[in-house]
């Protein structure tokens, strides 16, 4: 049976896409080294959308309106500017109220998007631009360390890691946050106050890395501009101990933390990535594997949620859980040295 893979790995090949929410300008090109701050590409968004009916404002049908509308899809048009003039002794005017592009024209209207901001799309990652995708971004190829979460709200940024969690459990509090940690990347065990939250925000920190956090911090969390990754779920669970390791032992490193929304279908994760000096291209993790004995894993469920543990035998046919059904399970050995019988749909391979 195949198994899902959760990465945590001290040393791989790493390759992420970088796109743009929508067309744009690529301005990256391949085999360009660029910082996690670099910008790639850009393009412009707007904002909002401006309807101008032309046909009620003159008063007539709205075929006759598209003979008297000057514009066409695609014009910039500035503040004020005359789209249709009405016909008679005294025609009426219709101008624009605000600067924008015009997007549709048709049925005596003009439909225009307004308020529009530039958009920045920077590498987050250090590394070689190996692929530009036109219009869209451009693919990074790095080597490093590479921790995946379970949740992010959504931010990417890079910074110096500094570790403020002592154990896998440590709590986090807005006393411990001071000046000195300014532009980091916080190791920080668990978060259970959004006066916490704030504090980060206000010093300001770069990044948050959490074992967990509770439910009800979720909106505040996605109000942070920097980014939150918890490596375990919701709750109060301790970071596992691989996770743990290879951050602590990461300390004062430059990392990056990339927070994005766990997608199933594409498979991407929420992560940390520690990049590494290295004389040779590092092989890229798999992401699948089959459950085999000796796999080390990761309790996707409780009781032993978020534990490490190594599959000691993969039981033949279908095992009968406490639970009363019937499933694939493997007997497996936890990092305290309790052994457990484990469906195999509640395991993932830690590599």
Known sequence: ???????????????????????????????????????????????????????????????????????????RLPENAEIAVGRGIFPRHVRTTREGRVVAVGGGQVLMEVGESKVDLRAGIPGTVIEVIPDRGVVIQTAGSLVQGVWGNGRINSGL??????????VLTAGRLDV?????????GIVKDAETLQTAAELPARGLILSS???????????????????????????????????????????????????????????????????????????????????????????????????????PGLTTLPSGLRAPAAEVKLENDETVIAPLANLEVVG
């Open 213 to 315: 956090i509770p439910p009800s911090l979720i909106p505040k969390a996605r109000e942070m501009r920097y980014p939150i990754i918890a490596t375990e779920g919701f709750g109060s669970l301790p970071m596992n101990s691989a996770a743990y390791k290879l951050l602590s032992t990461n300390a004062k490193r430059e990392v990056t933390v990339n927070a994005e929304i766990y997608d199933r279908y594409t498979g991407a994760k929420p992560e940390v990535i520690i990049p590494l000096p290295t004389s040779s291209e590092p092989p890229a993790p798999r992401e699948v594997e089959t459950f085999a004995p000796g796999l080390q894993v990761r309790m996707r469920r409780p009781p032993a949620m978020g534990m490490i543990g190594s599959i000691l035998s993969i039981k």
């Open 161 to 170: 890691l500094v570790n403020l969690a002592e154990k896998p459990d440590g």
């Open 1 to 75: 049976m195949q198994a899902p893979v959760h990465h945590i790995t001290g040393l791989t090949s790493i390759i992420r896409e970088r796109l743009l929410p929508i067309s744009g300008t690529v301005l990256a090109r391949v085999q360009q080294k660029v910082s996690p701050v670099d910008v790639v590409a850009e393009t412009k968004w707007a904002r909002e959308h401006l309807m101008l009916d032309v046909a009620q404002i003159l008063g007539i049908s709205p075929n006759m309106a598209d003979r008297l509308i000057k514009c066409k899809v695609g014009d």
């Open 180 to 188: 000195s940690l300014r532009g980091s990347i916080i190791l920080a």
